[in-house]
């Protein structure tokens, strides 16, 4: 094989091994609430790390190219010592994804997970096995399994809302890091018995049969909604307006689920644009579903959608 062909093959590989990774994620670890005693270049080596295992590793099968991949951001807020090389933190999760023909993103994940517990010491792999959760030990597999379990989330609700019911796949891998999780005394947020906003509840909303249509209706909003504001924003604005009178049934057969409050997390603004500028018979419909189903900012909707 001539010098010039194993270039070219060279050049191919390298050029779909650095656009095959679907994320495009940022990690920031802050260690402020930490004392002296802990060498603090440590959490820059985890920064570093945590921020290649989100961006290196190959997450589905398929190839996003350089402008496709997803924008995340991963805060590991370092909020105590519980033991040596052990740590209590919480975790903001941020993610978007495109409106089409616009610069706009609209979030899938504003999220944070206030009850971490993880090992780490300096320079250990970071690695996720799907096939041991746990890995060696369930304290320092705890910390990946949990961003994995992340990534497997933002994927889901991505590929969601580009295709009906196309992030299933992805939220069965999330239940299964739930159900195979770390098990240690100082470890939570995967047990039902944890709280009633944590990864359990999340995982089982994504992947109960019962509560099916919530995919529907995530897709019907970005991709008839959202996706089509540029170039039919009546129709765009009514398909947006179907797809929340939906959530409001929604809501109303499965009160208080955790997917319903972690789909309205910061969108405020967003649906606020969407209908500022709607006739006034659709503005006071929006207006209504929204201050029954977002009540923490119905007072908002009732000012700016007069």
Excluded at 133 to 149: E, I, Q
Aim: aromatic share 12%; proline share 2%.
């Amino acid at each position: 094989m001539s010098k010039k062909i194993i270039f070219f093959l060279i050049v191919i590989i390298c050029s779909v091994s650095t656009h095959a990774q679907e994320l495009q994620g940022k990690v920031t670890v802050l260690s402020q609430q930490i004392g002296t005693t802990v060498n603090k270049s440590v959490f820059t080596t985890l920064q570093t790390q945590l921020t290649n295992f989100i961006n290196n590793r190959k997450w589905t099968n398929d190839i996003f190219q350089a402008q496709e991949k997803i924008q995340c951001n991963f805060l590991l807020n370092l909020t105590s010592v519980v033991d040596d090389n052990t740590y209590k933190a919480t975790l903001t999760v941020q993610a978007a994804r495109p409106v089409y023909n616009s610069t706009y993103q609209s979030p899938l994940v504003n999220f944070q997970d206030v009850d971490i517990t993880f090992k780490y010491i300096e320079f250990q792999p970071v690695e996720f096995n799907e096939n041991r959760v746990s890995g060696n030990d369930p304290l320092a597999g705890n910390l990946t399994a949990v961003f994995a379990y992340y990534v497997y989330v933002i994927l889901g609700l991505d590929y969601d809302s580009f295709e009906l019911k196309g992030g299933e796949d992805l939220f069965q891998k999330a239940q299964n890091i739930v159900t195979n999780s770390p098990e240690q005394r100082d470890i939570t947020g995967w047990k039902a018995f944890d709280g009633n906003r944590n990864r359990y509840w999340l995982a089982k909303n994504l992947t109960d049969s019962k509560l099916n249509v919530i995919h529907d209706i995530f897709y019907s909003y970005y991709r008839t909604g959202l996706d089509f504001l540029y170039s039919n924003e009546i129709n765009a604005r009514t398909n947006a307006l179907n797809a929340l009178s939906r959530l409001q049934d929604f809501n109303q057969q499965n009160p208080s689920t955790m997917i319903l409050q972690f789909f309205l997390q910061s969108r405020s603004d967003e649906l606020v644009g969407i209908f500022k500028k709607a006739d006034p018979a659709t503005k006071s419909k929006a207006r209504d579903i929204l201050g029954k189903i977002d009540i923490s900012n119905a007072s908002k909707y009732q000012s700016q959608l007069k």
